[in-house]
């Protein structure tokens, strides 16, 4: 007698920013999802129904959906009763930006006992060009004829929920039967599937996270030039992008996270390391702490023994996910030049972080470093020095009331 798969899907790294929003939307929609993680220290939050990171929307349904469509499973034993297993672990650069992929083969390996050949594998981190064909080469050359799917995520962080109903799921696949597994699974969620090769798919989610890199880059590198010859880059700014569509520049800011460098570096380890405007948009994007303090030094001579506040330590507006964060380059080098530095932030929280009243109050020099909504309020003290590349401070006054 065939027994029933138990579940729908079963999501390996569903306890992470990809990982979990998935699996409470595929939840939300009527399947039964399981969630397997090594990170065992978040599974009690979760099964408490509570988000353990800003997901915005995601915790009202994930308080609806645990325990009943949504469970967290035991072990990767539990993968052998899923009809579809979704990965979703990290695929980070090491410390010479080649990417890691051996985390991706050795899960592989420790699946491979589980996996059966009407099952579908759908991989839904961002990978190296070439890693889902490899993955199934892997599998097929140990016994395995599993169903292989790449499907690429695309959402932006904190806003999951909404983006994995409306925009179009690229679906990849090894084989005609992967593919339909995988369509039917996205449309799930009410969204157009857009079919292509799975190198394709691969290069699609490179290629967007580059170019986004790279666009930051250009606003930051055109910062940098106004600012170097002492011009007001806001009202340039504002003199090139008001009502003017072909201006779309984005604004200056710290452009980092655990995503955009990483996949640049991809994708450029991936092309001979000949990826040049994706390293030019490394060396602007990751030289920008110091080009904001080489300013403040030229300011105000030195800043040792001065107290400088860091408003906004996560990566993002909004968020409370501080991973690759470039405020953490701007501290390290202002503690280099012998300043004291208070960090805040609104969402994230560490023992080192203190209140903003705190920075606010004692800090002489005060650095926006992430834009989040709750800065646009701020009464900062007459007579503190603010740098605001965000503009998030109204009128981005170095001195207000
Ligand atoms: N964060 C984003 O906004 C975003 C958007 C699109 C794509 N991506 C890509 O998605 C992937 C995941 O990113 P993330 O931000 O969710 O990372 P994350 O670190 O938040 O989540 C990964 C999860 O995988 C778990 N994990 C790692 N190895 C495991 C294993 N062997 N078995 C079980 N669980 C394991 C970790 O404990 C973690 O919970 C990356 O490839 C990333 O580039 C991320």
New binding site residues.
């Given amino acids: 007698m065939v027994s029933t798969p138990s579940y729908d899907v079963i999501i ?9 929003p998935l699996g409470i939307a595929f939840a939300d929609s009527g399947l039964c999802v399981g969630l ?4 065992t220290g ?1 599974r009690p939050m979760i099964e408490a129904g509570t988000m353990p ?1 800003i997901e915005y929307d995601a915790e009202p349904i994930l308080k609806r959906v645990i325990g009943k469509s949504l469970t967290v499973c035991d072990g ?1 034993k539990e993968i052998a009763s899923a009809k579809t297993i979704i990965i ?5 650069v090491d410390e010479y930006l080649s990417p890691k992929t051996r ?1 991706f083969f ?2 592989a390996d ?1 699946m491979a006992p589980y996996l059966s050949k009407d099952q579908c594998v759908i991989l ?4 190296y060009p070439g890693t889902s064909q490899s993955l199934s080469d892997h599998w097929k050359k140990m016994g395995k004829d599993v169903q292989i799917a790449f499907c ?7 806003y ?1 929920i909404r983006e994995l109903k409306t925009l179009p799921q690229v679906v990849s696949g090894t084989s005609p039967q992967a593919i339909s597994i995988a369509s039917a699974l996205f449309r799930k969620l009410g969204v157009e599937i857009i079919e292509v090769s799975m190198e394709e798919a691969e290069l699609t ?1 490179l290629f967007l ?1 580059a170019w986004r890199y790279i666009q930051f880059a250009v606003g930051n590198q055109f910062y940098m030039m106004a600012k170097d010859r002492g011009l007001d880059y806001a009202k340039i700014y504002h003199a090139m992008t008001h009502h003017y569509d072909r201006g779309g520049i984005p604004g200056p800011g710290f452009a980092a ?3 955009l460098l ?2 640049t570096m991809q994708l450029s380890a991936a092309y001979r390391n000949q990826f040049f405007i994706g390293h030019a948009a490394m060396m602007v994007n990751e030289g920008l702490p110091a080009f904001v303090i080489d300013k403040l030094l030229a300011e105000c001579g030195s800043i040792a023994g001065k107290t400088i506040g860091i408003l906004g330590m996560a990566f993002k507006k909004d968020i409370d ?1 501080t ?1 690759d964060s470039l405020s953490f380059k701007l501290l390290k080098i202002l503690r280099f030049h012998g300043a004291t530095v208070l960090v805040s932030d609104e969402f994230a929280s560490d023992l080192s972080f203190v209140p903003s009243e705190k920075v606010l109050k004692e800090a002489d020099i005060i650095i926006i470093g992430v834009p989040h909504t709750a800065y646009r309020t701020l009464k900062i003290p007459r007579g503190k020095h603010v740098i605001d590349l965000w503009g998030v401070i109204p009128f981005g006054s170095s001195t207000p009331s």
Avoid at 12 to 20: A, N, S, T
Avoid at 88 to 92: H, K, L, M, S, Y
Wanted: hydrophobic share 30%; proline share 9%.
């Fill in positions: 390996i790294g569903g306890f992470g920013h990809v990982g979990l397997l993680d090594i990170d978040k990171f990767l979703t672990i990290g695929t980070p985390p050795e899960l420790r839904r981190s961002t990978v690429p995520e695309r959402i932006v962080q904190g999951a989610k996270n996270g655990p995503c990483k996949d996910d991973r």
